[in-house]
């Protein structure tokens, strides 16, 4: 167990927010996702911690989208938000609060930084010169003007920087600007607008940043890009736009005009915070001050305020907002640490919804992926120090190997095997000293990189816990142990239990699904306490780390994750590569018109594939009662089998290679029995026997034929919980057959994550424990 550090520390966590008319693609989600790997460390270490995150919802985009689908603003900010809330709630973002900014606490708390930044002289008037698209009858924001940078001469600029070489811009700097929305060239009209004085607040931000981003740790990449604004000179700017759909300016003569986005978009954080505190107190419930956690005073100075953002918005944390409180009359909490991360990108190219390139939010729940494998790849890749290209190659590498095949794995076969030989209890032993003190070392070094955020680091440092763990559980090789030197055994899966149980106290933050569920199979549950929620007696923390008492026994256990085969991978790619595939299948390729490929059955969506078999495949027990080599064929049996109807059945298998006739003789196999019938080397098969392939110790090939032995000839397989008696089609083809893939994943025998049974118990396999069956 790590020294805990001072507990009294409150940790204040925001996420950069969304905009609301945008369905969040993978890239999107990573700072909400890594503010709430730190939250829930937080809350796990025992920091009175608040996350707050919501939609931003003003602004011209919302106007124009509102426009174009011909709703009201706040009919089109409804509709998204209940979009965006049901996405994260699938991800399991534990937010103590996701608002919005279109709300009276929104309004209250910016016109009151307004005003005192009015009051103190930090606000300023101009007439300027604007861009007005005559074709949509209005001024045009800065995010609404495209056109070529004057600076390095990129030709997706934005009217307010260049992401390129990272320029701040005025939209009528833009070379060649055009309308966002309609494309037609917008012109030059004058309108009055409020700036703040950034020049003038320079001197205070310069030495409040040089101070917090020394104690704050700040990323290398927010530490540069804030000294390169302060460098090259700050410049008044506007807060004011000619919109209708924002929060009104408290100042004569601006009746008209409404806050610019990005003035009142990051004092939302405060305002969510608020909507919390109101929120509790009109239900009744325990509440609490926000400005406990905004404002700072003499008795009130320990909250720290930690920031996730993505490299754009960067001088919008740590100039604009800074600016605006210190210029203010109030004594705002402000940056103490930012974590900031470079971009996702997508395949060769960039995420675009338009276009259907890429996965989003929406598109990652109707997978049939679990939530915490897409969780596991974004904090395993995080881009911390450069852009980071998702991949769907890498993501199967990612999933199957990192998260199955190490800490999938050990979870897996210890439990299982304690299951099975301790009849799930967990063996008394003697704690391996040497084993601990690489494991507490580990948890020591984790825990201290997440003290400030280094996530992606602090999980492969978790993962190697695990890794060392498998290695110790080879090495013991408990197999063969508990028949030959028992405590061997015994004292392994004792120390691998516990380290089990620190391992879903670590990972909680990351894979919190995953970790509930492990942690339930030890009789256990792993605290999350949101604001004002207690943590419950028995629940496990992060002081609850190398603990070596608690634990007696595992219940039932079920493969959580499975893995990604590579026809599954590629039906996904295609499926999200939009219109790159359509334009590659019009291209097409001369020399497969000559010679077309063979073609391969095409396998479903996973998420389709449950119900495919439930309505089509009839899988049935069948015992094998006489089994002869086909002289015409080297590698096939001819089997003769009792399948219950009253009548034999004959199929032939490709088995002779691997199996002998005594192999198989008595055996109560699964077989696909509504197969059409297949005439091979003169014999008609009317079937399939199922198994699985492997390799034995030698490297040698082997295959294992799923056994039933409990099951009488004629029991149906089905899928855990369906109905034994549902009709099923007459007759299928190959194809539709091998559209579904059959799989053992660590033993047992599934579709899709769904156990396969027979007279109500899972099938299994002894040898061939990760394959495909056919």
């Not at 209005?138 to 990129?154: E, N, Q, S, W």
């Not at 918005?313 to 203010?328: A, K, M, Q, R």
């Not at 000559?594 to 089509?616: H, I, R």
Request: charged content about 30%; overall charge negative.
């Amino acid at each position: 167990m790590t020294e805990m550090k001072n507990i009294k520390t409150k940790r204040l966590i925001t996420s950069a927010l969304p905009y609301v008319n945008n369905i969040p693609h993978l890239g999107n989600l990573i700072q909400m996702l890594s503010a709430d790997v730190f939250a829930r460390f937080c809350r796990s270490r025992g920091y009175e911690t608040m996350y707050v995150c919501g939609v931003d919802e003003y602004g011209t985009a919302t106007e124009t989208k509102a426009l174009q689908e011909k709703k009201t603003p706040r009919e089109l900010c409804d509709y998204y938000y209940a979009i965006h809330k049901d996405i994260y709630e699938w991800f399991d973002i534990a937010f103590d609060k996701f608002g919005r900014t279109s709300n009276e606490e929104c309004t209250e708390i910016t016109q009151r930084i307004f005003t005192e930044l009015d009051e103190n002289g930090f606000i300023t008037e101009h007439t300027t010169k604007q861009l007005f698209c005559t074709k949509c009858n209005m001024f045009l924001a800065d995010r609404y003007v495209d056109g070529t940078c004057p600076k390095c001469g990129a030709v997706d600029a934005r009217g307010d920087q260049c992401d390129s070489c990272g320029t701040l811009l005025d939209p009528t700097q833009l070379v060649n600007p055009k309308c966002h929305t309609c494309g037609s060239t917008p012109e030059v009209r004058e309108t009055r607008h409020l700036y703040i004085d950034l020049p003038k607040i320079a001197p205070r931000l310069e030495k409040w940043m040089e101070q917090a981003s020394v104690e704050g740790k700040w990323a290398p990449n927010a530490i540069q890009m804030t000294k390169a604004w302060i460098r090259d000179g700050l410049n008044e700017r506007a807060i004011t736009r000619d919109l209708k759909w924002g929060i009104p300016v408290p100042k004569a003569g601006y009746e008209n005009k409404v806050f610019y986005v990005w003035f009142n978009a990051p004092i939302g954080y405060m305002s969510i915070t608020k909507q919390l505190e109101d929120e509790l107190k009109a239900a009744g419930k325990p509440s609490f001050d926000w400005r406990d956690w905004w404002i700072q005073n003499d008795s009130n100075r320990d909250v720290k305020l930690f920031q996730f953002i993505g490299k754009d918005n960067i001088p919008f944390h740590t100039v604009v907002f800074p600016c605006s409180e210190l210029g203010s009359k109030t004594d705002f909490t402000k940056l103490y640490h930012m974590s900031s991360t470079e971009f996702l990108n997508y395949e060769d190219g960039k995420f675009s919804k338009s276009k259907g390139v890429g996965v989003f939010g929406s598109d990652a729940k109707e997978s049939g992926i679990p939530s915490d494998a897409w969780r596991f790849y974004i904090y395993y890749n995080r881009p911390e120090s450069q852009d980071y290209q998702f991949t769907w190659k890498d993501f199967q590498e990612k999933y199957n190997k990192e998260l199955i095949g190490n800490l999938g794995n050990l979870v897996n076969r210890t439990l299982l095997f304690i299951n099975k030989n301790y009849g799930g209890k967990i063996p008394a032993g003697k704690k391996d000293e040497a084993l601990w003190k690489a494991v507490l070392e580990k948890e020591a070094k984790a825990t201290e990189l997440l003290e400030w955020a280094e996530l992606k680091d602090a999980l492969h440092v978790i993962l190697e816990i695990s890794d060392l763990c498998n290695k110790a559980f080879q090495s013991a090789e408990p197999w063969k142990a508990i028949k030959e030197n028992k405590e061997v055994s015994d004292n392994v899966l004792y120390n691998l239990a516990y380290v089990i149980k620190d391992l879903m106290i670590l990972i909680q933050p990351y894979l919190p699904k995953y970790s509930q569920v492990v942690a339930g199979y030890l009789g256990k549950s792993i605290v999350n306490t949101k604001f004002g929620v207690e943590k419950k007696d028995g629940d496990l923390s992060w002081a609850d780390l190398g603990t070596m008492e608690g634990l007696d026994s595992i219940t039932e256990t079920a493969v959580y994750f499975t893995p990604l085969d590579n026809k599954t991978v590629d039906a996904f790619r295609a499926k999200f590569s939009g219109k790159q595939a359509e334009a590659a299948e019009k291209k097409g390729d001369k020399k497969d018109k000559k010679k077309p490929a063979k073609k391969e059955p095409t396998v479903l969506p996973v998420q389709e594939q449950a119900e495919f078999f439930n309505k089509n495949i009839e899988l049935t027990v069948a015992k094998i009662v006489d089994v002869k080599p086909n002289p015409e064929g080297e590698k096939l049996f001819i089997e003769t089998l009792d399948d219950g109807s009253g009548t034999s059945r004959t199929i032939q298998s490709g088995l002779r290679m691997y199996l002998k006739e005594e192999d198989l003789l008595g055996k109560h196999v699964v077989i696909a029995a509504n197969l059409a019938p297949r005439t091979m080397r003169g014999v008609e098969s009317r079937g399939m026997l199922l198994a699985g392939d492997y390799k034995d110790e030698s490297g040698k090939e082997c295959v294992e034929v799923l056994d039933v032995s409990w099951a009488k000839p004629g029991t149906k397989v089905v899928l855990e919980g369906s109905d034994v008696n549902a009709s099923k089609k007459g007759e299928i083809s190959g194809d539709e057959f091998f559209s579904v893939q059959i799989a053992a994943v660590d033993g047992v025998v599934q579709i899709a994550g769904k156990n396969l049974v027979a007279d109500g118990k899972p099938i299994v396999t002894k040898c061939a424990l990760n394959s495909e069956i056919g």
